[in-house]
């Protein structure tokens, strides 16, 4: 009995101590990439995106400018193309850290479909600009993995998890730590509010933008598997251009029009 006892906190210590190793270096790679503090001390961001997924019955476009404010994770965006929402015209769409809506050619929907889309664009979007300087976030599990070599580099594997009230949805990501250089090169990961639960795997370039280091050019496929081999060579991908910090922002944006 003792000794069974003695097993079971001798397990849950490594546990915790995996989950710590886990975490720091999740730490290292939010310092690397400019810091969590330096990140939110900015205040706020506007970037021009296109998205475009690969050619093709229900391909997907978004072209357009998005606007968030950290504080209160407020977003907003004015897309010229929009093809995930089946509208021509313009789309507006806005989040004010509670509620969110969407305007066609300046009409307020009331459609709960294109309502639920644009609730998913403005909380996904905002998480993928912000994402590595979330990862210390409350409510977030960590779990150090196997270590493995991609394209001649070494790499630290970090399994993130969520806690149930954390999010709308609680996704699973694999965090691909460069040994070297600290920063993540690549993840994988799900998108459980669409149903997508096996992962894709995410790529990117990064620029540096007032000390910031932003993954701004994105790429995407399926993966065949939780090891991070990619399934077909087929991408979609992510540009994001003309970032700038710190702007003017009428916050007045962000709450839904009356008409």
Do not use: C
């Not at 997508?196 to 795997?201: I, K, R, V």
Request: hydrophobic residues 35%; charged residues 25%.
């Amino acid at each position: 009995m003792k000794k069974s006892i003695l097993i079971m906190m001798l397990l849950a210590v490594s546990t915790i101590a995996t989950a710590q190793t886990a975490k720091e270096l999740v730490a290292q790679a939010v310092e690397a990439t400019g810091g969590k503090q330096n990140f939110y001390n900015l205040g706020n961001v506007n970037y021009d995106i296109e998205y475009r997924t690969p050619p093709g019955e229900g391909a997907i476009t978004l072209v357009g400018n998005e606007t968030y404010v950290f504080d209160g994770e407020l977003s907003y965006a004015a897309y010229t193309e929009h093809s995930f929402s089946g509208a021509n015209g313009k789309v507006v769409e806005g989040y004010n850290g509670k509620d969110s809506w969407v305007t066609f050619d300046g009409k307020v929907s009331d459609d709960d479909q294109a309502n639920g889309i644009a609730r998913f664009l403005r909380k996904t979007n905002y998480y993928w600009f912000t994402m590595f300087f979330k990862l210390l976030d409350d409510g977030i599990n960590y779990e150090k993995l196997a270590d493995q070599k991609v394209n001649s580099k070494d790499y630290n594997r970090v399994k993130i998890t969520f806690g149930n009230k954390v999010g709308d949805a609680q996704d699973t990501y694999i965090l691909y730590i460069n040994k070297e250089t600290k920063l993540i090169d690549q993840f994988l990961f799900t998108v459980v509010a669409f149903g997508l639960t096996e992962p894709s795997l995410m790529q990117f370039e990064y620029e540096t933008i007032d000390g910031i280091k932003v993954p701004s050019k994105r790429k995407y496929i399926q993966a065949e598997n939780w090891d991070g081999n990619a399934k077909g060579t087929n991408y979609a991908f992510i540009n994001w251009t003309n970032i700038k910090f710190k702007t003017d922002i009428d916050k007045s944006i962000f709450q839904k029009p009356t008409k």
